[in-house]
């Protein structure tokens, strides 16, 4: 298990509640589910968002195929209106 931090951005920010905060668990997957756990909204906003692992994409990668290690930053970016 890794232990770091999630930031939301956007849409997922308001969702959450928070601007981020702190999450244990060994994959994106994993850490997908328990940040989504009892919150439809974000689950929603999460189903459609982009991610960013310590500033790198995540890309299609399935995502209980993206490890996470100790200290790491998760960004969650919803998509964007505009250009």
């Known amino acids: 298990m890794a232990l770091g931090k ?3 951005w956007a849409a997922a920010k308001q969702a959450a509640g928070v601007a ?3 999450f244990e668990a ?3 997957g994993e850490l997908m589910t328990k940040i989504t756990a009892n919150r439809a909204e974000l689950a929603r906003i999460v189903s ?3 991610f ?3 500033g790198s994409p ?3 990668r399935p995502h209980d195929e993206v490890p996470l ?3 790491v930053t998760v960004e969650v970016l919803p ?3 505009g250009g």
């Open 79 to 81: 998509p964007f209106a």
């Open 26 to 28: 060994a994959t994106l």
């Open 20 to 22: 981020e905060e702190t």
């Open 6 to 8: 999630v930031r939301y």
């Open 58 to 60: 995540v890309g299609k």
């Open 48 to 50: 459609r968002s982009s």
């Open 69 to 71: 290690g100790d200290g």
């Open 52 to 54: 960013l692992i310590d």
